[in-house]
T-cell receptor
Framework: NAGVTQTPKFRVLKTGQSMTLLCAQDMNHEYMYWYRQDPGMGLRLIHYSVGEGTTAKGEVPDGYNVSRLKKQNFLLGLESAAPSQTSVYFC?????????????FGPGTRLTVL | RKEVEQDPGPFNVPEGATVAFNCTYSNSASQSFFWYRQDCRKEPKLLMSVYSSGNEDGRFTAQLNRASQYISLLIRDSKLSDSATYLCVVRPRMNRDDKIIFGKGTRLHILP
């Protein structure tokens, strides 16, 4: 059981470049989330999904898009990266609704936008 | 007042000591409360839930004070391995959006 995995672990982009972060979970969880964590800030929810084929906006969705084509995968896309998107990105999943169900986090992706 | 506030620390505590820190929340209708632990450059992991009646798990005790709108985490007989950042998590209201708020965390350093 790998739990929640994220690829890549590290990435450096130039302003204006695009990329996709992949999150995968093997726990058959319905809910998946993307957060960003910046120094001195709490985790902030970008987008989330309550099931395959569904996505919803979180607290800070601007500049990001997501897709949940398969239940086990949740992709986060940056179409035109900006330095303000330099952050650590965490994916999480849960069997059901939070907070009634525990969220399990992936190891994070450290993204730097130059 | 921010929705969830924590003293960022760091709290520097000698090994074996008892340490406690609080997390205040602004919405009196908040329903659910948790403590997460995050090691340096790692992902957050659930430490414990905070129930109205309090919750104890080994050396860790979590309590809720609704009147003053804060939750607390007490660590007894602290170990070097307790060094981490402790994140407070609050569900601010009972509605359908299932939103939860993470505090910015309190850094704890246990000194040998």
């Amino acid at each position: 059981n790998a739990g929640v995995t994220q690829t890549p672990k590290f990435r450096v982009l130039k302003t204006g470049q695009s990329m996709t972060l992949l999150c995968a979970q093997d726990m058959n969880h319905e809910y998946m989330y993307w957060y960003r964590q910046d120094p001195g800030m709490g985790l902030r929810l970008i987008h989330y999904s309550v099931g395959e084929g569904t996505t919803a906006k979180g607290e800070v969705p601007d500049g990001y898009n997501v897709s949940r084509l398969k239940k086990q995968n949740f992709l986060l896309g940056l179409e035109s990266a900006a330095p303000s998107q330099t952050s650590v990105y965490f994916c999480a999943s849960s069997y059901g609704q939070v907070p009634y169900n525990e969220q399990f986090f992936g190891p994070g992706t450290r993204l730097t936008v130059l | 007042r921010k929705e969830v506030e924590q003293d960022p620390g760091p709290f520097n505590v000698p090994e074996g000591a008892t340490v406690a820190f609080n997390c205040t929340y602004s919405n009196s209708a908040s329903q659910s409360f948790f403590w997460y632990r995050q090691d340096c450059r790692k992902e957050p992991k659930l430490l414990m839930s905070v129930y109205s009646s309090g919750n104890e798990d080994g050396r860790f005790t979590a309590q809720l004070n609704r009147a003053s709108q804060y939750i607390s985490l007490l660590i007894r007989d602290s170990k070097l391995s307790d060094s981490a950042t402790y994140l407070c998590v609050v569900r601010p209201r009972m509605n359908r959006d299932d939103k939860i708020i993470f505090g910015k965390g309190t850094r704890l350093h246990i000194l040998p």
